[in-house]
């Protein structure tokens, strides 16, 4: 009857530590799922340290819960066993006292075989209970190893300290399945530049070469006509060029959150500004709103305002941006046009669309499908 009512108030005990880890588990695949499903945008954002430090973080409050969970359940287990051994230990013993009267010698060979039998079961439980400890901890960090290698000492040969004020490509070449997507590309970037094109020339496609997001082109990119930018690392591209895409991620948080990029020295004080109060109020949108599921609780106007706004938050020295205006009205079209100019005037901005409102605003019009060799 004792060990009966132990097992129930384990029982009980044991819900608390199983919602707890349950809690922990669902936290983690969620993050996990966002990790994967926005590997691109968390690339062309420089959102790889922050995200991979919050997996890491979950990961290990995960492993943790894990942990005490089973050390609970092991502890558990080897207190009812203790007792049922301790009370079949009793029995043996009084069995033996009550056959040794009468000068029988089998009780000492079961004496010591249920004393054999508990002692097994005791350091099998416990060296289970330490081999689980070193398998979680082994388990953690292979996993940690695989996703998040560690990242070599960038040498100053790969850093770049002046500020990028032009992209010059020269004869780029990309291919997919042996058919041409770019072919002997030769342009300039400078200042602010509208790039359009019929749909599938290689816009988007050209943005994510520059910016490191697609391997395997051919040909020169240079920066200011005197580096290459194959010189850069991926991580110095990264605090140099932002790439925002017309369907970005959004990230599980508040809409504040998303707009700061979650990084609290962005330039934050700009959402003082009563442009953006007044296209915030016409837009339905709070700071304090939460984003669900890459914001599918958002009209797609009210996505691309938000990755619009993060972008004028964010320092950078070039801002490709991807048709990220597409979805949003004119009137706020025009208040974050105006933004742009006003506070990145001094930067490199490439614009990839089809939008002739958008494409009024810039004092360069590059065509890609009159440049592009595709049909040639």
């Known amino acids: 009857m004792f060990i009966f009512f132990l097992s129930f108030l384990f029982s009980q005990i044991n819900k608390n530590w199983y919602n707890r880890w349950y809690q922990e588990g669902l936290e983690f695949e969620n993050i996990t799922l966002e990790l994967y499903h926005s590997f691109k945008f968390q690339k062309s954002r420089n959102l790889e340290s922050y995200f991979n430090y919050q997996w890491t973080k979950k990961f290990q409050a995960f492993l943790n819960e894990t942990y005490y969970f089973e050390k609970n359940n092991i502890i558990q287990k080897l207190i009812l ?99 041409f997507i770019l072919k002997n590309l030769t342009l300039t970037f400078q200042n602010h530049c509208f790039l359009k094109g019929r749909s599938g020339s290689g816009k988007t496609t050209l943005l994510e070469i520059i910016a490191k997001l697609r391997l395997g082109a051919t040909g020169r990119i240079m920066i200011n006509e005197q580096f290459d930018l194959s010189i850069l690392t991926e991580q110095s591209i990264r605090s140099k060029i932002l790439l925002f895409h017309q369907d970005d991620f959004l990230f599980a948080g508040s809409v504040y959150d998303n707009i700061i990029n979650f990084n609290q020295q962005c330039d934050y004080q700009l959402l003082r500004l ?88 810039f004092p360069t019009v590059i065509d890609l499908t009159k440049l592009n060799m595709i049909n040639e």
């Open 274 to 361: 009563p442009e953006i109060k007044q296209l915030l109020a016409q837009n339905h949108l709070s700071f304090a709103q939460m984003v669900c599921n890459n914001g599918e609780n958002l009209s797609k106007g009210q996505r691309q305002i938000i990755l619009f706004l993060n972008l004028l938050l964010q320092r950078c020295e070039v801002y490709f941006l991807d048709e990220v205006l597409s979805n949003v009205d004119y009137d706020s079209k025009i208040i974050l046009l105006k933004l742009l100019f006003q506070l990145k005037s001094s930067q490199l901005i490439v614009y990839a669309g089809h939008d002739q409102i958008v494409e009024q605003y």
């Open 81 to 179: 066993n203790l007792i049922s051994q301790l009370a079949l230990f009793l029995f043996f013993y009084l069995a033996l006292h009550f056959i040794s009267q009468q000068t029988l010698t089998i009780g000492n060979l079961m004496f010591y075989s249920a004393l054999t039998s508990f002692i097994n079961d005791f350091t099998s439980q416990l060296s289970a209970f330490i081999v689980s400890k070193g398998k979680l901890e082994k388990a953690f960090q292979q996993t940690a190893t695989l996703l998040f290698p560690k990242q070599k000492n960038i040498s100053q040969s790969q850093s770049l300290l002046v500020p990028i004020t032009s992209l010059t490509i020269t004869n780029l070449n990309y291919l997919i399945n042996d058919n």
